[in-house]
């Protein structure tokens, strides 16, 4: 059985820093990109940030260029997310997903295959 499993979210002040994993299990993910979404209160899923196979692209979206990093261990199957200088909007549920269709392009959202069941993020202000 493929998971993904989330860890890392909590509650932080604004300005806080925390780490996201992103742990695959049931097999690897070496040859897919991996990606961040978040899901705020009362919005629409959105895209965080992705990155290739080997890591040679990371894509993200404007409002958190320069603000996050996204990487990935291939050895431990494991992708993370580190933000920095967090911000109330930042506050919602992020899910890791995984594309089986791309390896190196940033896929569109419906072209996920896997995703986590999500871990809240909270930054208050």
């Known amino acids: 059985q493929v998971q993904l499993v989330e860890s890392g979210g909590g509650l932080v002040q604004a300005g806080g820093s925390l780490r996201l994993s992103c742990a695959a299990s049931?097999?690897?993910?070496?040859?897919?990109?991996m990606a961040w979404f978040r899901r705020a209160p009362g919005k629409e899923r959105e895209f965080v940030a992705a990155?290739?196979?080997?890591?040679?692209?990371?894509y993200y979206t404007d409002s958190v260029k320069g603000r996050f990093t996204i990487s990935r261990d291939l050895a431990k199957n494991t992708q993370y997310l580190q933000m920095n200088s967090l911000k109330a909007e930042d506050t919602a549920v992020y899910y890791c997903?995984?594309?089986?269709?791309?390896?190196?392009?940033?896929?569109?959202?419906?072209?996920?295959?896997?995703w986590g069941q999500g871990t809240q993020v909270t930054v208050s202000s």
């Open positions: 049931g097999r690897t993910f070496s040859s897919n990109v």
């Open positions: 990155i290739s196979s080997g890591g040679g692209f990371r």
């Open positions: 997903a995984a594309s089986d269709r791309y390896s190196s392009r940033r896929p569109p959202q419906d072209e996920y295959d896997y």
